[in-house]
């Protein structure tokens, strides 16, 4: 696999190297001159110097033949231009954006940069998880599969508490993959599992089921 990396900071640079030990080609640009003097040290001709949302220097870096490219500047306008670009007029198939601000992440889905990585986000869900009384954590959207999967706390007055998992009652389109009981370890349910309060239960569900899922395990809280 051909993969071009634009950014080479700490998260361009781990993610050139680990990327060039696995075996692909890479090639990470990066337009800081010092920064990029730095990196031809070690990672020599996989490293190009150049603004990596000028045409002529993704071409330069053979984007025509890239089989993924991974936007992970400083700069959120940048990534989204440049996987922009990638996607719309070089028909990358596949891009991977960095989002640094969360609140960009708005603008990354309604021009269609997915996948958008926030590490804030990420650590915030990390977060939740550990907090008693989360409630919902979204751990995995994959926007091109329309799935998603979200890790919900049982409440005690939900519909879903006591029932064994056939007769959940779940819409179309959602499975219970995990549960994990309250003090104890997780694993893959059978249909005559009983739901015991306070669990934590993993589905994977169509995108937009998430009111209906919450309705049977967390009545009470919102899915925002």
């Not at 090639?27 to 996989?46: F, K």
């Not at 890239?66 to 719309?88: F, Y």
């Not at 007055?157 to 994990?180: D, F, H, T, W, Y």
Request: aromatic share 4%; hydrophobic share 40%.
């Amino acid at each position: 696999m051909y993969v071009i990396v634009v950014g080479g900071g700490k998260v361009g640079l781990n993610l050139g190297r680990e990327l060039i030990r696995s075996g692909q080609e890479v090639t990470l640009i990066e337009q800081e001159r010092r920064t990029y003097l730095r990196i031809e040290q070690e990672l020599e001709h996989s490293v190009q110097y150049g603004d990596g949302t000028e045409l002529w220097v993704l071409e330069r870096a053979g984007i025509q033949r890239a089989d993924l490219v991974v936007a992970v500047t400083g700069d959120d306008e940048d990534n989204i231009l440049i996987c922009q670009v990638a996607k719309d007029k070089y028909l990358c198939q596949r891009i991977i954006a960095r989002c640094n601000n969360p609140r960009n992440l708005q603008h990354f889905k309604l021009l269609d940069i997915q996948p958008a990585v926030s590490a804030t986000d990420l650590i915030l869900n990390l977060i939740e998880h550990e907090v008693p009384g989360h409630g919902i954590v979204h751990l995995l959207d994959l926007p091109d599969d329309k799935l998603e999967i979200i890790e919900v706390e049982v409440a005690k007055n939900a519909p879903a508490a006591g029932r064994k998992v056939s007769a959940l009652g779940l819409p179309e389109g959602s499975l219970v993959i995990s549960v994990l009981p309250p003090g104890r370890t997780g694993f893959v349910p059978k249909p005559d599992t009983t739901i015991e309060a306070g669990s934590e239960v993993l589905v994977v569900l169509d995108p937009g089921l998430e009111p209906q899922i919450m309705a049977q395990f967390s009545p009470d809280r919102p899915t925002a």
